[in-house]
């Protein structure tokens, strides 16, 4: 049966009829049409309502009581329910285009939400940018574990996102930072089509500097079989052979530089080998695609390491769209690139030669939230070829509207971010400082919007997103998320401007004028 939007000259009137009939908001944008059926989204008062409106009582296969109505003098069938799970798996079956689906080479954009009410904003973005192929569930599983949600939850939130926006051009769902095959697991069964690997577990960093002998005695003691070859066999590939990149880069790799580049990744590069294969049993005939991660590194990665890592892992039978290394500056969670932009100019077109050369594949930005430094340079080098994520910056623009809608709980969360901070940071590379950040309550109405300029305050606000959203009082209740997330919903316009405007600042300098603009 074909699904159809229902057509833009009747949708205003539509759901102006049928927010009388249900007697609640309807999402225009969500109106569909199956046969006869007509499902969409209304506002409810804890969240989206899925409704179907038929000719008969059949639902259509979703779990919902169906009862009679009058609909434009006729007599119908209408239903009403959650946005639960079951509905969703159901929706992406009646709908495709609520099914994510791979980016491949497509200029791409992570957009990470922490609270599960970002996507519309989300979309909107996207919409304003024409050309990139948008992630819009993106979630890692640390991040999951810190606020509490599942791989499933993360899906189906973008997914009731996308139906609520009409997004007919396609999304991606992108497994983030996975370190196990039971994390691989989780997110198959959830139905994830990306799945980003980070072997940091894995990277010996201690080799960056290491002395001749330390570094002969860590490549001597290489998990070799794993790795398909031997060392002498891995030493003759490499030591002493040149390779002309293209605008002007000739790369030269040295004994040293095989033996450090094996020693630091060599073990991540078996561990990388392991998940993927076992991805590929995993997910069966379904539609798959992989991200390679080694951002999160004590140190950059060379140029020649990025080549050895990148023809390892080819020869490994490992394939990937996109590979994230550790570029050469700071990438500091929620504020701009911290750095010399000449020497990361010079090091990204190193990058984005190595990638063309042995690929073509993506350059991808992790942490790229805020960067805004880089964004033109990483554009006009990269082109086409990049994938740039972002997750924080959406829990941020969150916060800046609750400030603006409820200068009270924002100070109550500003103050416990405060108390959080120094034991949040550990796991994050930032520099706020603690004493640069103003109390809460000697602040006015008016003083607490310029916070979200500061870097300080932002990052003290970043990096407690998890104890902000999993505070319990002593009877178990939510301290902060459900005041937050109903507040969100009641101004989901002013919530969904603030992120149009600041994502598409994102995405702007990546446009491809006429491409993914529906």
Known sequence: MDTLPVPENVRAATAADLSVLIQSAVYSASLNQI???????????????????????????????????????RAAWLGQGPTDHASAVRIRELLPFCSPVRLGTRTGAGLGDRLGLATPGHVRAVRRVPGIMPVFAQQSIREMERTERT???????????????????????????????QDIDQCVSAGYVMYTFDPRDHVDNGAEGADIAGLRKRYAALPWARLATSPEQNMARYAGESWEL?????????????????AKYGVALAHLRDLYEHLRAAIGGRPWEVEVSVDETDTPTRPVEHWYIARELSRLGVEWVSLAPRYVGRFEKGVDYIGDLTAFERDWGWHVAISRALGPYKLSLHSGSDKFR??????????ELVHLKTAGTSYLEALRTLASV?????????????????????????????????????????????LFDDLHARQVLHVAFGRVLCARDGFGRAV?????????????????????????????????PGRNDT
């Open 374 to 383: 880089i964004y033109p340079i990483t554009a006009r080098l990269g082109g």
């Open 151 to 181: 791989p499933e939850q993360v899906l189906d939130d973008a997914m009731w996102g996308v139906m609520q926006e009409g997004w007919r051009s396609g999304y991606g769902a992108d497994a983030d930072h996975l370190k196990t095959t």
């Open 246 to 262: 293209g605008g002007g880069h000739l790369l030269v790799m040295s004994e040293l530089d095989v033996l450090r580049a094996a």
């Open 406 to 450: 409820d200068p009270s709980l924002f100070r109550e969360i500003l103050s416990f971010s405060i108390s959080a901070y120094e034991e949040e940071r550990r796991s994050y590379h930032v520099s706020g400082e603690l004493s640069r950040v103003p109390d809460p309550e000697s602040l006015s109405d008016e003083q607490l919007i310029p």
């Open 480 to 512: 902060f998320r459900d005041r937050m997330v109903a507040l969100l919903r009641a101004h989901e316009e002013a919530y969904y401007r603030a992120l149009e405007d600041h994502l598409a600042r994102h995405l702007t300098p990546y446009a491809r």
């Open 35 to 73: 046969g006869d059926a007509l499902p969409f989204l209304a506002r409810g008062p804890a969240g989206p309502l899925l409704c179907l409106l038929n000719a008969d009582s059949e639902p259509l296969g979703l779990p919902l009581a169906m009862r009679p109505v009058h609909w434009r003098g």
